[in-house]
């Protein structure tokens, strides 16, 4: 997948400049995914296992509506018109995602909605789809993604995200997952780092045989 920009809201910031998270959360994929289904796909339905890479990392201006309240308790513009929000936004997004349920196959084929990787305006163009063996192995050269562990010597930031989110009960706010911490390596290297861990995999369709991916494995609640 393609796309002129990405946007991952770190968790811990609120207002001012809005900062992004290296690499999309697995709750993020798990909406990209249900995008194209046109239904809710859980952690239930498919392991996930990616690389996503982009051009540069920069700070985009967006123009905000500000609103208040009257004397009334009714909401009008600001006196002060529009403001202008601060956002870090990743570029030239590319995203190699790797699913386990082959029967989404024909989501990415065929999808039903237009893919979205973060805010609505980041729009992703499916570029391939194929099918591929993964082949388990202890260790390899491992691309820009999100691990659940923390290894030295790798460009990165330490962050805690929700797995997923449960929004299938009507008339209440969403059920956050349960919370991991992760290792979010930087997308904007070209370099892969050696590492050994749990859950790696040579992709059939790999550059290098010590090419590897993790398919990540959900934590239980």
Known sequence: MEGLTAFFKHPLTISGTQLTLPCPPYSTILGLISTCAGKVISYKDTRIGYEFRCM???????????????????????????????RHVHFKPQLDLYLTNLDLVAAFRNPINTPTLGRSQDIMWITDVKVVELTPVESGNLGPTMIPVVKENIPSLIVRCPEWFDNSTQKRTRITGPIGRYQAMLPTTESRFKVTLEELYHPSDGSDPDDVIYLHKWIKT
Not at 59 to 68: G, Y
């Open 56 to 86: 540069s990392t920069d700070v985009e201006l967006e123009k905000t509506d500000r609103l208040v309240l009257d004397d009334k308790g009714n909401l009008k513009e600001h006196r002060e018109g529009q403001g202008i929000l601060k």
